[in-house]
């Protein structure tokens, strides 16, 4: 038995990142063929750009006028099945006093990660730790569940994308902090496909929440490592 198309489109494809549409093609050749039609496709299309765009508009004829093309050309970010993640390394320059233990020739080195994780909705929850992804994979599973992160720093935030650069804006409670990322072309170093991998272009934080280069009298800019960060698959988050 065939369940109708607008019973799967509005009742059970929501409910699904729009990463498993390929895994809902393997289901049946009905399936597939579903999957693939324009219908499906807009309602993806819906979904990926109406919360993450600036403007909240499709403009399917720039591509044209298939929904299709606009999935597979139009910058967006993987808002599902995984998140994207960043190593910076650093190397601390040892400071040799009376009290300094470290044996000469010997090298500090400070290793931290950060992670985006990005919601349909237009939220993204953010983290700056010293885990590494397998440990912190299973806390962003779990306050996607609707549970606490057990201690662990993250902070929800928003995120817009206009073309191909995302601006995520971040609310601590001591100050706001801006990141800017272009979405790197499928083929880019280190883009290992489509949506793969955001450079880090900027990196500023405001306690007024001033952003503004010229006017801002506690805006501070930060060094950006030269590493995109790059997504991670997990069918769980």
Request: hydrophobic share 35%; glycine share 6%.
């Amino acid at each position: 038995v065939l369940l109708p198309d607008e019973l799967v489109l509005h009742h059970i494809l929501p409910f699904l990142s729009t990463e498993y549409y390929a895994v809902c093609a393997l289901v049946s050749p009905h399936w597939r063929g579903f999957t693939r039609s324009e219908l499906a496709y807009k309602e993806m299309c819906k979904r990926c750009y109406l919360n993450q765009s600036k403007r909240k508009t499709l403009h399917v004829a720039r591509f044209g006028g298939s929904y299709r093309n606009m999935l597979d050309k139009r910058s967006r970010v993987k808002t599902g099945c995984g998140l994207y993640a960043l190593k910076c390394t650093k190397i601390k320059k040892i400071v040799r006093d009376m009290w300094t233990e470290v044996p000469p020739g010997a090298i500090l080195e400070s290793t931290y990660y950060r992670y985006l994780n990005f919601y349909e909705d237009g939220r993204v929850l953010y983290s700056l730790t010293s885990k590494p992804p397998y440990e912190m994979i299973p806390i962003f599973i779990r306050v996607k569940a609707g549970y606490s992160a057990g201690g662990c720093s993250t902070v929800f935030g928003s995120y817009q994308i206009q073309k191909d650069v995302v601006t995520v804006d971040i609310e601590h409670p001591w100050h706001h902090v801006k990141l800017v990322l272009r979405i790197l072309e499928d083929g880019a170093p280190m883009a290992e496909g489509r949506f793969w991998a955001l450079q880090f272009e900027k990196h500023q934080s405001s306690a007024s929440k001033n952003f503004d280069e010229y006017w801002s009298r506690d805006l501070v800019n930060y060094d950006v490592p030269p590493d995109p960060f790059r997504f991670l698959r997990n069918w769980k988050l």
